[in-house]
């Protein structure tokens, strides 16, 4: 979502995209953003009316400018893509931030986000620890690189020698 991080935003570039997938009948959007060495997450939740910003480190601080000004465009586009929009009022909507781990490690940020975009639903609160990193990190390559729709499976020779090394078979490559 590098477009609406932009300095010189222009909201017509992405409206289109905003309609063609009908945004404005979700009740979640997520924003995965790359900021200063690592990412974080903003949620358009328009089933309670605020956008959070979900940070994966305890260094709120250093995301908060680039976190308004992208929900700022976020709104911006919302309100070009649908004029007559009366559900609800996009600029009345809050902000909230919120770190999910106690952790001031930068690499491991884009798992949680990652995580976070997959189970995130709008209502419970997410707090990570330190320790789940690994197996998050392990359970996340598992899952991309095993899918159904990883066209690339049949051409990893290496992978495939790994998983068969562990005793981990996937089904629907075999």
Known sequence: ???????????????????????????????????????????????HGRFEVLCPNLDLDSIQ?????????FKMTFKCAYPRFMLFNIFQMTTT???????????DTGVFVMKLMQSHDGDKQH??????????RECMAYYMLTHPLNEKYDTLVDTKRILNMHGVTVGWHQ
């Open 65 to 73: 400018c680039n976190a308004e000004k992208v929900i700022f465009n």
């Open 127 to 136: 707090l990570f620890e330190a320790e789940d990193a690994k197996p998050l």
């Open 1 to 47: 979502m590098k477009l609406f991080q932009a300095n010189n935003f222009d909201p017509s570039n992405i409206t289109k995209l905003l309609t063609e997938y009908n945004v404005a009948k979700m009740d979640l959007v997520f924003l995965p953003l790359h900021h200063d060495q690592f990412w974080y997450l903003v949620v358009a939740n328009f089933r």
């Open 97 to 107: 931030f919120r770190s999910v781990i106690c952790s001031k490690n930068h690499c």
